[in-house]
C-alpha cells in the first residue's frame, strides 16, 4: 500500500454481500461499501443489514482504515437509518453522497468511530459552491467529484467546459484546505484503458485519485499514474542527493542534480513521483 494519500477506491454494492470478500482481498486501498446509488430503495435497510454482519465478521482480519461505507445524502429519506446504520458499525470510513452543507457532514461525523476518514461526494451544483466551506471542515479528509451527477444536475456533456470548471474548483479548494488532492469520479466503462485515459484526464485537471467500480479498472488507475523511467531515475537522484546533503541538519538549503536546481518543493515532487512509481509497479 502506498504511503499517500489513496489512489484507488473501489465501489461494491451493499445489497451484493457475496462480493464483499472478494472486494477486500483485491488490491484497491480503499473499498467501499455501497448504500446509495448501487442500491434500489427497497433493497436498502437488507444492504445495511449485510454490511453490518460482514463487517463485524471481518473486523479482527481487515485493515479497518482500507473499508469504507457511501451513505445516502442528508436530505435522503435513508439519511437518518444510514447514521444509526454507523452508529453500530467498527471503525471504518464513510464517504456521504451529494454532499452540500458543512452542518450535515458533522451529523455525519458525529456517527462515526474517531479517527476514521471521512469523505465528501460533491456532485451537484450546490456543493461545488459550497466547496471552499466543505473542504474547510476540520473533520473531512479528502473531496471526491461525482460527475455523472453533477452533469445530470447541470444539464450538461461529459466534454463541458463547465464541468472541467467544476473539477478545478473541487481542486483549488482541496489545496486551500491542506487536504489531499480530490478523488475522480468513476468511468461507466469496465475496461482498463478507458479508465486509464479518464484518469489521466483527471491528473491534468489536479485529481489525485479515482473511484472504480470493477477490480478490472484498478489497473488502469495504475498505468496512469506511473511515471516515466527517466522521470524514476530522477526522482531517485534527486531523493539520493537531497538526503545526502541534509543528513543531520533541517532541509532547507538548494542543491543541483542533473545541472538544475533543487530545492525543497522540488524534493517534494520527487518523492511523490517515488510514490507513485512503488504504487503502480505494486502487484495487481
Same mark, same amino acid.
Given at each position: 500500500?502506498?504511503?499517500?494519500?489513496?489512489?484507488?477506491?473501489?465501489?461494491?454494492?451493499g445489497n451484493r454481500p457475496?462480493?464483499?470478500?472478494?472486494?477486500?482481498?483485491?488490491?484497491?486501498?480503499?473499498?467501499?461499501?455501497?448504500?446509495?446509488?448501487?442500491?434500489?430503495?427497497?433493497?436498502?435497510?437488507?444492504?445495511?443489514?449485510?454490511?453490518?454482519?460482514?463487517?463485524?465478521?471481518?473486523?479482527?482480519?481487515?485493515?479497518?482504515?482500507?473499508?469504507?461505507?457511501?451513505?445516502?445524502?442528508?436530505?435522503?429519506?435513508?439519511?437518518?437509518?444510514?447514521?444509526?446504520?454507523?452508529?453500530?458499525?467498527?471503525?471504518?470510513?464513510?464517504?456521504?453522497?451529494?454532499?452540500?452543507?458543512?452542518?450535515?457532514?458533522?451529523?455525519?461525523?458525529?456517527?462515526?468511530?474517531?479517527?476514521?476518514?471521512?469523505?465528501?461526494?460533491?456532485?451537484?451544483?450546490?456543493?461545488?459552491?459550497?466547496?471552499?466551506?466543505?473542504?474547510?471542515?476540520?473533520?473531512?479528509?479528502?473531496?471526491?467529484?461525482?460527475?455523472?451527477?453533477?452533469?445530470?444536475?447541470?444539464?450538461?456533456? @461529459?466534454?463541458? +467546459?463547465?464541468?472541467?470548471?467544476? #473539477?478545478?474548483?473541487? &481542486?483549488? /479548494?482541496?489545496? $486551500? =484546505?491542506?487536504?489531499?488532492?480530490?478523488?475522480?469520479?468513476?468511468?461507466?466503462?469496465?475496461?482498463?484503458?478507458?479508465?486509464?485515459?479518464?484518469?489521466?484526464?483527471?491528473?491534468?485537471?489536479?485529481?489525485?485519485?479515482?473511484?472504480?467500480?470493477?477490480?478490472?479498472?484498478?489497473?488502469?488507475?495504475?498505468?496512469?499514474? @506511473?511515471?516515466? +523511467?527517466?522521470?524514476?531515475?530522477? #526522482?531517485?537522484?534527486? &531523493?539520493? /542527493?537531497?538526503? $545526502? =546533503?541534509?543528513?543531520?541538519?533541517?532541509?532547507?538549503?538548494?542543491?543541483?542534480?542533473q545541472g538544475k536546481m533543487?530545492?525543497?518543493?522540488?524534493?517534494?515532487?520527487?518523492?511523490?513521483?517515488?510514490?507513485?512509481?512503488?504504487?503502480?509497479?505494486?502487484?495487481?
Amino acid at each position: 500500500m502506498s504511503m499517500a494519500a489513496p489512489y484507488t477506491y473501489l465501489f461494491v454494492p451493499g445489497n451484493r454481500p457475496e462480493r464483499f470478500t472478494k472486494a477486500a482481498a483485491s488490491d484497491s486501498e480503499r473499498v467501499i461499501l455501497d448504500l446509495e446509488d448501487a442500491v434500489a430503495p427497497a433493497d436498502k435497510a437488507g444492504a445495511r443489514m449485510a454490511i453490518h454482519d460482514w463487517m463485524h465478521a471481518i473486523a479482527p482480519n481487515h485493515k479497518p482504515q482500507r473499508l469504507m461505507v457511501r451513505i445516502n445524502d442528508a436530505r435522503s429519506k435513508f439519511f437518518a437509518d444510514d447514521l444509526a446504520l454507523l452508529r453500530t458499525l467498527p471503525a471504518c470510513g464513510v464517504m456521504l453522497a451529494k454532499a452540500e452543507r458543512a452542518e450535515d457532514l458533522q451529523m455525519v461525523r458525529d456517527a462515526m468511530q474517531p479517527e476514521t476518514e471521512l469523505l465528501a461526494l460533491v456532485e451537484t451544483a450546490a456543493g461545488i459552491a459550497a466547496s471552499q466551506s466543505i473542504a474547510s471542515h476540520p473533520k473531512v479528509t479528502r473531496l471526491a467529484l461525482g460527475a455523472l451527477d453533477l452533469m445530470v444536475d447541470l444539464n450538461i456533456p @461529459a466534454d463541458s +467546459p463547465t464541468l472541467t470548471l467544476a #473539477a478545478s474548483q473541487l &481542486v483549488l /479548494a482541496s489545496r $486551500a =484546505a491542506g487536504l489531499a488532492a480530490p478523488v475522480a469520479g468513476v468511468t461507466p466503462s469496465v475496461l482498463a484503458e478507458h479508465t486509464q485515459a479518464d484518469m489521466q484526464d483527471a491528473l491534468r485537471i489536479g485529481f489525485g485519485a479515482k473511484m472504480c467500480i470493477h477490480p478490472t479498472q484498478l489497473a488502469g488507475v495504475r498505468r496512469a499514474l @506511473a511515471p516515466l +523511467p527517466a522521470e524514476v531515475q530522477w #526522482a531517485q537522484e534527486v &531523493v539520493t /542527493a537531497w538526503d $545526502a =546533503a541534509h543528513a543531520g541538519q533541517a532541509p532547507t538549503g538548494a542543491l543541483q542534480v542533473q545541472g538544475k536546481m533543487v530545492d525543497k518543493p522540488v524534493y517534494l515532487r520527487a518523492l511523490r513521483l517515488l510514490d507513485l512509481h512503488h504504487f503502480s509497479q505494486a502487484a495487481t
